[in-house]
């Protein structure tokens, strides 16, 4: 197979000259540029933005787009997924079919005819919509698909530049199949796949255990790109290759220890009475003021159901509700809602903080580490105070224990190995197992080796070719610019001409770009009338693999310095040897 990450192939345009081409760089951070990939992105001149969440990808930011797109493109090719294209402005009628049409992220309009359409911000309706019909028996199967294209998602908050867009690029591929077990084959193949692209984009990540959302099905992992300002907070072992998103992450039980009770002034647990908290709001207050560590402390949430039907929540004092094992346990269609403060005081009789269970007519759900808890220290139910010697059983029910918190560093793994840690991730890529969900309820179906129809086993795979190139810059760059991985970087060689007005140096110039252009080395040619000074901030900033600097009195003594971008080598080379010199080092950079 021809691969784009060593000399091999070049698709794209091997050589350009700032002096005769457009291509700017800027000294300033932009303002609302919060993170290093961000700022170089724009800086460096490849992306400008539009408006909020939309941007142009300058020249040299496409050639990076592309090169990850035909990285993409030759490993689905490979394993036998076909390319097709859909549209990006789709009818609303897919959309009121599988009653996603309210989704907030979607962008809905009008043509001139009244009709209702929205912009495409995935595309499972389409893509059902397409093999319906047509895709018939089981013995067409199986069958994946993709699609590189533009996708339109009205996030509420745009920010990070490619990160979180609201126009970007997504790889989207689906796969069909007639049962079950073959379409997690074809879910198996996939993350394969994925494994192979990332590993060939030279990416540092983490297949992560992860939530379906609104996409919905069962089985899903996120491929994290690993970084120190992701969004997502992961989980993962410090023994084995348990890796999952906090979103969704499990806690194995572990009882609590309740040593720190025995020492407080409030060592007897059963001792029922209650007492003044004035002004403790938070159960970091109320740790502090009985000396009771927080893990043996309750806390009481107050929440509602779709219904508006208002529960109890108990946790743990150092544990966190999570909203989205809520959801699940409890089999609501959205996240549960907080009860505001005025909700709280009409159910418990007092303000937030100085709350608890008893006496309260609402279900009570606790999460599973309070299992062994006998006797809690809750709110009294009385602004100001709050009661200790609560028993369970006696002063409240508990409707059921379940897995409702937050897993966090120092838990035990869920794989039984080891104990996890909190790392942070970019999400690349995002891998889901559909089921029927979607064929069902569209009516795609097939005739299954038995005469019978069904609705096919479907299966959704994506990643975002723009959040990839900016994740590899998050992961590689300095405080002078980007250090583009060869993978994906626009060229291959930064050529700084710091005499370009000297006829006999561009000649050598024009020539030597030929040579390294046969040895499929694409050159990026700064023979801008600049100062030495400008061009090497604009090499660094541009952060291309290699960068070769040539100036008539090196011409004349027959030197030209070589420097790896990566590890800022420097090596002195003669003319002869240059070109040998440089397919090497190129094969040496990262
Ligand atoms: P997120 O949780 O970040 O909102 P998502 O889970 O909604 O993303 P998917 O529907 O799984 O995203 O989309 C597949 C891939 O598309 C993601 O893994 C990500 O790489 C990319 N992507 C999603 N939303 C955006 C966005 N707003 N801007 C850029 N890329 C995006
Ligand atoms: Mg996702």
Redesign the pocket.
């Known amino acids: 197979m021809i691969r784009l990450n060593g000399p091999g192939t070049l698709k794209v345009m091997k050589k350009f000259y700032w002096s005769t081409g457009f291509h700017k760089t800027f000294k300033d951070d932009p303002s609302d540029a919060e993170i290093p990939s961000h700022k170089l992105l724009v800086r460096a001149g490849l992306i400008k933005k539009v408006a909020p969440?939309i941007y142009t990808y300058g020249p040299m930011a496409l050639k990076s787009l592309r090169k990850i797109e035909n990285i993409i493109r030759e490993e689905l090719d490979e394993a036998g997924c076909q390319e097709l294209l859909m549209p990006m402005v789709q009818p609303l009628s897919l959309w009121q079919e599988t009653g996603r049409s309210g989704v907030p992220e979607l962008l809905k309009f009008k043509n001139r005819n009244d009709h209702d359409f929205c912009l495409g911000a995935?595309h499972e309706e389409v893509i059902t919509d397409f093999v319906r019909n047509d895709l018939t028996s089981y013995k067409d199967l199986p069958v994946s698909l993709y699609q590189i294209q533009t996708?339109y998602?009205d996030?509420i908050r745009?920010r990070f530049g490619?990160?979180?867009?609201?126009e970007?690029i997504?790889k989207?591929a689906y796969s069909f199949d007639e049962n079950e077990e073959l379409a997690k084959v074809s879910y198996q193949k996939f993350k394969k796949v994925y494994q192979r692209i990332f590993d060939r984009l030279g990416l540092e990540y983490r297949v992560v255990q992860a939530d379906s959302?609104a996409?919905g099905g069962s089985l899903s992992e996120?491929f994290q790109v690993l970084a120190q300002i992701g969004?997502d907070l992961l989980l993962v072992s410090d023994q084995s290759d348990f890796a999952a998103n906090r979103e969704i992450c499990a806690r194995p039980y572990q009882a609590t220890d309740f040593s720190s009770v025995g020492t407080s002034k409030f060592k007897d647990p059963s001792h029922k009475h209650t007492f003044a908290t004035p002004g403790l709001s938070t159960i970091q207050d109320l740790a502090i003021f009985t000396g009771i560590d927080a893990k043996c402390l309750v806390k009481s949430l107050f929440l509602k159901d779709d219904a508006g039907k208002p529960f109890t929540v108990l946790l743990r004092g150092c544990d966190e509700l999570n909203p989205i094992k809520l959801k699940k346990v409890l089999n609501l269609k959205n996240e549960a809602q907080m009860l505001n403060e005025q909700e709280v005081l009409k159910l418990t009789g007092a303000l937030p903080g100085s709350c608890g269970p008893q006496g309260l007519q609402t279900p009570i759900y606790a999460d599973h580490f309070l299992k062994e808890f006998q006797y809690y220290m809750v709110g009294a139910n009385q602004t100001g105070f709050h009661t200790q010697g609560l028993k369970v059983d006696v002063d409240f029910k508990i409707t059921s224990f379940a897995d409702i918190s937050f897993a966090q560093t120092g838990d035990l793994s869920p794989d039984g190995k080891g104990v996890l840690k909190e790392i942070r991730g970019i999400?690349?890529?995002?891998i889901f197992y559909l089921g029927t969900k979607y064929s069902q309820i569209m009516k795609a179906i097939f005739q299954d080796k038995n005469g019978k129809t069904q609705p096919f086993e479907m299966g959704c795979y994506?990643?975002?070719v723009?959040?990839?190139m900016q994740s590899a810059i998050e992961q590689s760059h300095d405080q002078n610019g980007i250090i583009w991985p060869k993978s994906i970087a626009p060229f291959d060689v930064h050529l700084a001409v710091l005499d370009p007005k000297n006829a006999d140096l561009m000649t050598y110039v024009n020539s030597l770009v030929k040579d390294l252009n046969k040895n499929n080395l694409s050159v990026f040619i700064d023979d801008r009338n600049e100062r030495p000074g400008v061009k090497f901030k604009d090499a660094d900033l541009i952060g291309l693999p290699l960068r070769l600097t040539i100036g008539q009195k090196s011409f004349e003594q027959n030197q030209v310095e070589v420097l790896t971008r990566f590890n800022s080598e420097k090596t002195v080379v003669s003319l002869e040897t240059l070109v040998e010199f440089c397919a090497e080092k190129y094969h040496e950079c990262r």
């Open positions: 969440g995935t996708k998602r996030e745009p490619l990160m979180r867009g609201r970007f997504m989207d959302g996409i996120e969004e999400e690349v890529g995002h994506g990643i975002g723009g959040r990839t």
